[in-house]
């Protein structure tokens, strides 16, 4: 293990200063659109729903989560009808609009598990491992082509105050078998050259990247291609139950199907109760333009790893197939009533910011312009792990919750999901974490308040050696977190 060179305090890398007129103009003509959405082949969308139908099992949302449930039903039982309603386009919420940080753990990391599920965590790493591994046989298996790449994660120290945690999740992460390289200054910014860096963790195992458009579109062509009828276009208004069946309301028609599962994520649940849970926070990310062969050796990166800071306000960015680098995170914004909806896909002040840090990271990229720019809606919930439920009599199960985590933890989610509803018990289906629901978050105009003062808080540790005042250490005891 290399030595860890432990450096004096020095302040946070980022500018106090307003992002400048260049910061602002890297990405003032950038397309408003997710780079991985807008770089896929045109398609016609799959028809909406006309008339009445019914089906044996529908899903609501074509993101992962329905589409790996979609696909697991059919390969489980042929002969099922299996249903899909999209409200847009599949793929068009959080799946295709995330850093494609495809990583193996099912609890947001382990020291998140940990702290919520220790007598559970070597089973939880263990299926999560499984998940992963299950995951990228499935692609094969589905001739999925997501770029997918085992670069692995590199988790970087701005500050020297955060060399101590870096060596505490090393430690971690060995006992739980996971494979990593705790880097100094110098050998941090061998494998990415950034004047940012004080130090590095490169977790080798357990997790990878993809491109998340390709991914979400690869699972919609599976399921067409496994017999899943899918319906685009359909969102669905009403949901009431009609004898022993649910009966679901679109705009153009109704489908009457005795097991529903909710994959809607961070949208409006339909299920009013479940709104209790969950906070849809947005992330912002911009993409910028192939970087050329001078710029890509001035920047490094041979290996290719995702890389994320360690700021409790943390960035997240990594390297594309073609050349770019996507650059996201920072500001986790939740707006009042937990308004949702492509009228907050753009947000000025958190592009301007991502422009700023992006250049603070990479200064001899300066000059290098953004071609997208988006936001995306989390399912934020205060224990940051999908969880569980059932509605309609046992008619309804839902799976929610994966709070910025869950590139890989929707294959498990949707099958934990599919268990429930066909009343299976599994080694899963026993976990406390399927079993158990998070805290609730309070009702409005307290959630906005909570949520503010958490982020205000988490801003100020940032500013203040990451030392976590009295509100985040309640929040801690409590159990309650607001993250993205
Ligand atoms: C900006 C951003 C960055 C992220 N980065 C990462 C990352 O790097 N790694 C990681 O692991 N996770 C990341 N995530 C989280 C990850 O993308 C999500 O956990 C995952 O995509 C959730 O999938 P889902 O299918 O549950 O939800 P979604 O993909 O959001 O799908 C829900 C679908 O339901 C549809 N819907 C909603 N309401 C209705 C209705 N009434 N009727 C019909 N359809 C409806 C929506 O249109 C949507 O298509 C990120 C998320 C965002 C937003």
Redesign the pocket.
């Known amino acids: 293990m290399p030595p860890l060179l432990y450096r004096e305090p020095m302040p946070s890398p980022w500018p106090q200063s307003d992002p400048s007129p260049a910061d602002r103009a890297a990405y003032a003509d950038a397309e408003p659109r997710p780079f991985w959405l807008a770089t896929l082949p045109e398609r016609a969308a799959h028809d909406p729903l006309t008339g009445a139908t019914d089906a044996d099992l529908c899903i609501?949302?074509?993101?992962?989560?329905?589409?790996w449930a979609a696909l697991a039903a059919k390969a489980e039982n042929p002969g099922r009808d299996v249903l899909v309603?999209?409200?847009?386009?599949?793929?068009?919420?959080?799946?295709?609009?995330?850093?494609?940080?495809?990583?193996a753990s099912l609890t947001h990391g382990l020291a998140n598990g940990l702290s919520r599920f220790a007598d559970e965590m070597d089973q939880l790493e263990r299926l999560g491992a499984e998940n992963f591994e299950g995951l990228r046989g499935d692609l094969t298996a589905h001739g999925i082509d997501c770029d997918y790449e085992t670069t692995g994660v590199l988790s970087v120290a701005l500050e020297s105050r955060e060399l101590p945690d870096l060596t505490e999740e090393a430690e971690l992460a060995r006992r739980f078998g996971t494979e990593v390289e705790l880097l100094d200054a110098d050998a941090t910014r061998e494998q990415v050259n950034s004047p940012t860096y004080v130090g590095g963790l490169w977790h080798r195992t357990g997790s990878a990247l993809v491109h998340?458009g390709r991914l979400?579109d690869g699972l919609r062509v599976a399921a067409h291609k496994a017999g899943v009828r899918i319906h685009e276009l359909?969102?669905?208004?009403d949901l009431h139950t009609e004898g022993a069946t649910l009966r679901l309301t679109?705009e153009g028609g109704v489908v009457t199907a005795p097991k529903v599962l909710m994959?809607?994520?961070?949208?409006?649940?339909?299920v009013g109760a479940v709104g209790r849970y969950i906070a849809p926070v947005?992330?912002?990310?911009l993409m910028t333009e192939p970087l050329s062969a001078q710029q890509q050796r001035e920047v490094g990166w041979a290996n290719r790893q995702?890389v994320s800071d360690m700021g409790n306000q943390f960035h997240?960015y990594r390297p594309t197939a073609d050349g770019r680098i996507l650059y996201?995170?920072y500001d986790a914004v939740y707006r009042y009533g937990g308004d949702v909806g492509p009228h907050r896909d753009e947000d000025d002040a958190s592009f301007a910011k991502l422009s700023q840090h992006f250049f603070t990271t990479f200064p001899q990229l300066e000059g290098l312009r953004f071609s997208h720019r988006?936001?995306?809606?989390?399912?934020t919930c205060s224990r940051f792990s999908v969880f569980f439920g059932r509605a309609f009599g046992g008619r309804l199960v839902y799976?929610?919750g994966?709070?910025?985590?869950?590139?890989?933890?929707?294959r498990f989610?949707a099958r934990v999901a599919l268990d429930l509803l066909d009343g299976r018990a599994t080694e899963a289906t026993q976990l406390k974490m399927v079993r158990r629901r998070p805290l609730p978050f309070p009702p409005e105009p307290l959630r906005s308040g909570v949520i503010q003062l958490t982020r205000n808080r988490l801003a100020a540790a940032d500013r203040n050696d990451g030392r976590r005042g009295l509100w985040l250490r309640t929040l801690d005891r409590l159990g309650l977190g607001f993250d993205?």
Request: charged letters at 10%; aromatic letters at 12%; glycine letters at 26%.
């Open positions: 609501i949302g074509g993101g992962y989560t329905g589409l309603l999209e409200a847009t386009r599949c793929g068009n919420g959080a799946s295709g609009r995330n850093g494609g940080f495809l990583e998340p979400a359909s969102p669905v208004r679109t994959a809607t994520s961070a949208y409006p649940p339909l947005y992330d912002y990310a995702g997240y996201g995170g988006w936001g995306g809606a989390i399912d799976a929610l994966y709070t910025g985590l869950g590139v890989g933890a929707t989610g993205s």
